[in-house]
């Protein structure tokens, strides 16, 4: 988290923790907001492996319409979306950008 309580970024070198294998997604820069950062540290998790979840197409908790959206997502360089539930009121998004610029961890009331 930064000083001004912007999202922070977050180094974007998971090549050995994937196995050198190509991802499914690129993810651009991937950055956390205050909140999503703040979750993490509140359950001592870190946001590696939920980034790389998303970049191998595990789209976590989310239903069989939103699955195929990303399906087609991918074929057709739309957004993507990831959900991850950590609790029973606690869920962490991901967002990858159309352009594929960056990608995003947040909350769903960050959003």
Known sequence: MTDSGQAAACPNDSSSASGGDNPLLLLGQVLATPGALELLRSLQLTSLRFVLRHMAGDWGDICEE?????????????RVMSVYVLGPTQRLWIITEADRSSTTLLLPEEY
């Open 66 to 78: 939103d699955r195929q959206t990303n399906a087609e997502a991918l074929v057709h360089d739309a």
